[in-house]
């Protein structure tokens, strides 16, 4: 079955960085591209970026540029989330999604467990 | 970009009754590209209905979903108590995802 794992989170002071990993299993990891989506209690659910199957192309929320840089190891499958400059707003649990592959349209068909990011001096 | 408004924010039903939850895009959207989650306390949201009206593996068939305009429904009928949890829609457009505010679905 589809199984993905976050880690990474946990307390950072603002301005640091931090690396969150994100393990695939249970399906063909370099076929699907896959997304990164946070949540915090004011803001909801935010998407924050996608990457596509092999790696080339990749989005990002417009609020978010910057300071985010998804990327993968197919050879690994795994997908990651760099933040640089963190934020107090950035404070969020990260979640890990596969995308669905339904035509152009990118919904979330797997999720991860999520892994929290607390940003505090 | 498109903003999604989900309505109302809290809804109490009982088990049985039938459920339906709004979502309003604050411009046309195309119904294939709008999606249904259901998320319950410390879990991860679960897709329910993507694509105008594909039930994700495992989803029964008392999950559907109608749309009028920019007005999208879901309704859950006959609730069971595992229904009982918060909703979001979700849509896609021109490389940009939103999630509206979510409804929270509770036990009466």
């Known amino acids: 079955q589809v199984q993905l794992v976050e880690s990474g989170g946990g307390v950072v002071q603002p301005g640091k960085s931090l690396r969150l990993s994100c393990a695939a299993s249970?399906?063909?990891?370099?076929?699907?591209?896959m997304h990164w989506v946070r949540q915090t209690p004011d803001k909801g659910l935010e998407w924050v970026a996608l990457?596509?199957?092999?790696?080339?192309?990749?989005y990002y929320a417009d609020s978010l540029k910057g300071r985010f840089t998804i990327s993968r190891d197919n050879s690994n499958n795994t997908l990651y989330l760099q933040v640089t400059s963190l934020r107090p707003e950035d404070t969020a649990v990260y979640y890990c999604?596969?995308?669905?592959?339904?035509?152009?349209?990118?919904?979330?068909?797997?999720w991860g467990q999520g892994t929290l990011v607390a940003v505090s001096s | 970009e498109i903003v999604l408004t989900q309505s109302p924010g809290t809804l109490s039903l009982s088990p049985g009754e039938r459920a339906t939850l709004s979502c309003r895009a604050s411009?046309?959207?195309?119904?294939?590209?709008l999606a249904w989650y259901q998320q319950k306390p410390g879990q991860a949201p679960r897709l329910l209905i993507y694509?105008?009206?594909k039930r994700a593996t495992g989803i029964p068939d008392r999950f559907s979903v109608s749309e009028s305009g920019t007005d999208f429904t879901l309704t859950i009928d006959r609730l069971e108590p595992e229904d009982f949890a918060v909703y979001y829609c979700?849509?896609?457009?021109?490389?940009?995802?939103?999630f509206g505010q979510g409804t929270n679905l509770e036990i009466k």
């Open positions: 999604a596969k995308d669905s592959s339904y035509g152009y349209a990118w919904f979330f068909d797997y």
């Open positions: 249970g399906f063909t990891f370099s076929n699907y591209d």
């Open positions: 990457i596509s199957y092999g790696g080339t192309n990749k």
């Open positions: 411009q046309s959207l195309r119904s294939s590209h």
């Open positions: 694509g105008a009206s």
């Open positions: 979700q849509q896609y457009g021109s490389s940009r995802v939103a």
